[in-house]
């Protein structure tokens, strides 16, 4: 069954919707993956496996070093949820599970997903 949003609760959270096929999300996983490790205990990273194999994901995760958990979503349920026609996706959930901002743009670098983070769940992460 899906995961319901508001059940990541407790921290705020940076939820990234990327496959291994798509491109732009390889370009921002290593920014994500350098956020997990400067955001710790302050906010949460988990990635979102979308319209992919867990097998490919998997791989790749190991080849790559990332070091934050993901979700699976093979048939791209939480896309279609968010009303998104592509990826990659960053959704940043309020520490009460709420919906604070989804972004879908450029590739996200360590300075946009910083902002992103700062202005959308007030945290600061350097």
Known sequence: PPLP???LT???TVLNLWATWCAPCRDELPALA????AGAGKVRVLGVVT????GAAV????????PFPSL?????ELLRALRRPALPVTV??????A???VYQGRPLTDATLRDLVRDGLGVDVG
């Open 51 to 54: 319209q992919d194999s867990a």
């Open 72 to 76: 699976e979503d093979r048939d791209g």
């Open 5 to 7: 949003l508001r059940r």
């Open 92 to 97: 940043l959930l309020a520490a009460d599970g």
């Open 59 to 66: 791989s790749y995760a190991a080849d790559t070093g990332l």
């Open 10 to 12: 407790g921290t705020p």
């Open 34 to 37: 350098r956020l997990h490790r």
């Open 99 to 101: 919906v604070a901002k």
